[in-house]
């Protein structure tokens, strides 16, 4: 039964018919709330879960936070007592200190298919150290030492179609390696793209932007350019054009990038769209260094990857931005949150913070895709993280530009508070528009390629043709970046009423395969008008 049959429900009905038809809410720009004013340390790294809990951590050679390690317990050859790592209860919105061991600082990971985090090297005695998070009541870390065959600091992980993750670069490393081996004896594999792309002393090439290329192949994106990459049999495929103006984008010219919405059709796949925005010019970091603070780049590269010839699109942010998230929203949106308008990554090298996030709307026209949202309060500059939860509310975190914990006296004190920013897809005003899944139940099984139908209710009615169901995979935040990030559009009928329920139908077919959606946890939502239920957990196999 469609929406017309279904009016004599309810006389409001021709009211909100009226809302439907309002362009969907342009003047709202999202709410911001403190969720704790202290988890005691800054959350530099954060990852979600399939339990809907955040683990976060810091640094071990920091000083002492601001919680102690549970049951009066230190690190080995320590008189740190005090945690370096949280997880967070989205559920209850509180806290638990865990204990990492070797330092995490400037590390990287990715959640495994079985739902486990996998997180990778740090510095120090924590280099080639990987550490694996399990979330129980009662878990803590494990450290496996000597598990990486290089140095990794300041390295990009992607989870790839067999389950292992690809480990790339890090400072002083121009190869990739894979996490777990193959066998003990698996090598590193050299990555001269890295050192191409890698200027003496200052780098601009860390935490290089990667993705996973639905043919199979990685994106790689570091300093102003990006080839398309196999590695199992390390190849460069393509090498793209450099991005116009050859700016920097990577550490310590720190923006950030994303891999715009994958749309399933047919069994693929047919545009993939890479964007990277913000940054600090050349000599930026050098510059701040000698006080001069640079604007950050207020450009935005778009491009498309699996062309044969693709050029970059180039589109002007209304606020320049360095050291900024860019996050996929449930409906396909870019949110850029967190960041600062001036100087560039490092210790004290930051300036202005940018206290709005910009939303960007992929498919709209060009010139109109970019809306400011309402500010923080909060400065969050250098390492700081941000995160997409379960009920589609942003959580933000860290941002500490300085060698220790400082709160007195430096332009920026450590930020050790936990915020959430609820786009204006969350306004109560559009409730009457947001759908709720009813079944499948969360955690609920998917096969490749396999039917499933999703049964939702909305207040209101319902216009089937603005229903989709999306997929999001949930990512490594930190240093700007999410490793993992990707939002799937699923294939799905038109959704429609069952005819004397109050519920509506919609079928959906799952990703093809791994390289479309590497296997592990999603968050699935239903989204209606651009408003997303509260999503529910799916696990692809
Ligand atoms: C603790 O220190 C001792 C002596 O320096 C050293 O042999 C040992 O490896 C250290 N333990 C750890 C876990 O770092
Ligand atoms: C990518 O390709 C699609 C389909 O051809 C096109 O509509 C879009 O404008 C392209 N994007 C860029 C950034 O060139
Ligand atoms: C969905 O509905 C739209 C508009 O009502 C229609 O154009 C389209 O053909 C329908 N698609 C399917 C798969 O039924």
């Not at 924590?126 to 494990?142: E, H, I, K, L, M």
């Not at 010839?309 to 180039?314: G, T, V």
Request: hydrophobic share 35%; charged share 15%.
């Amino acid at each position: 039964m469609t929406l017309s049959t279904s009016l004599h429900y309810h006389p409001l009905l021709f009211f909100f018919l009226f809302l439907l038809h309002a362009p969907p809410c342009p003047a709202a720009g999202g709410s911001w709330s403190i969720l704790l004013q202290s988890i005691g340390i800054s959350a530099m790294h954060m990852q979600l879960l399939p339990n809907d809990r955040v683990v976060m951590f810091d640094r071990t050679d920091f000083g002492t936070s601001q919680i102690s390690l549970p049951n009066g317990k230190c690190r080995h050859n320590s008189t740190d007592c005090s945690a370096h790592s949280v997880e967070y209860d989205v559920a209850s919105n509180s806290i638990r200190p865990l204990m990492v061991l070797t330092d995490v600082w400037c590390s990287s990971g990715a959640l495994m298919p079985n739902g486990r985090l996998t997180q990778t090297g740090g510095w120090g005695e924590g280099f080639r150290v990987v550490r694996t998070y399990r979330s129980c009541d009662a878990c803590d870390w494990r450290e496996i030492p000597n598990a990486l065959n290089e140095q990794r600091w300041y390295a990009t992980n992607h989870i790839l179609p067999d389950g292992r993750q690809i480990i790339i670069g890090g400072r002083q490393a121009f190869n990739y390696e894979f996490y777990p081996k193959a066998s003990t004896t698996e090598n590193s594999h050299s990555l001269p793209f890295l050192v191409q792309t890698n200027e003496p002393n200052i780098e601009n090439n860390l935490y290089p932007f990667v993705f996973l290329n639905p043919d199979g192949n990685l994106f790689i994106f570091a300093n102003n350019r990006a080839i398309l990459f196999d590695y199992s049999k390390n190849q460069v495929v393509r090498s793209y054009p450099t991005m116009p103006g050859g700016q920097p984008r990577n550490y310590p010219s720190t923006g950030s990038a994303v891999l715009l919405p994958l749309r399933i059709q047919q069994g693929t796949v047919n545009t993939v769209e890479v964007l990277v925005c913000g940054g600090a010019p050349k000599g930026a970091f050098v510059n701040a260094l000698n006080g001069k603070f640079d604007r950050a780049l207020d450009t935005c590269g778009r491009i498309n990857i699996s062309d044969q010839n693709p050029q970059w699109l180039m589109e002007t942010m209304p606020l320049a931005r360095v050291v900024g998230d860019l996050l996929l929203l449930p409906n396909g949106h870019v949110l850029n949150i967190n960041g600062a308008s001036a100087g560039s990554a490092g210790w004290e090298l930051g300036r202005n913070p940018v206290l709005n996030p910009v939303l960007y709307r992929p498919d709209h026209p060009v010139g109109s895709r970019f809306q400011v949202q309402n500010p923080s309060t909060k400065p969050r500059v250098y390492h700081s993280t941000a995160v997409l939860l379960r009920d589609g509310r942003v959580l933000v975190g860290g941002s500490n530009p300085h060698d220790k914990y400082v709160f007195t006296d430096v332009l920026y004190p450590t930020e050790l508070s936990l915020e959430a920013f609820s786009p204006s897809y969350l306004d109560p005003r559009l409730s009457t528009l947001r759908p709720n899944i009813i079944s499948p139940k969360t955690k609920t099984k998917m096969h490749y390629s396999k039917k499933m139908v999703i049964r939702f209710t909305v207040p209101g009615p319902v216009n089937p043709s603005l229903v989709s169901v999306t997929m999001v995979a949930p990512s490594f935040n930190t240093h700007s970046f999410s490793m993992n990030q990707r939002l799937l559009v699923l294939p799905s009928s038109n959704s429609s009423k069952v005819v004397g329920q109050s519920y509506y139908t919609v079928d959906v077919t799952a990703p093809p395969s791994g390289n479309i959606a590497p296997a592990g946890n999603y968050l699935l939502f239903v989204v209606h008008n651009e408003i997303p239920s509260p999503g529910i957990w799916v696990r692809v196999r």
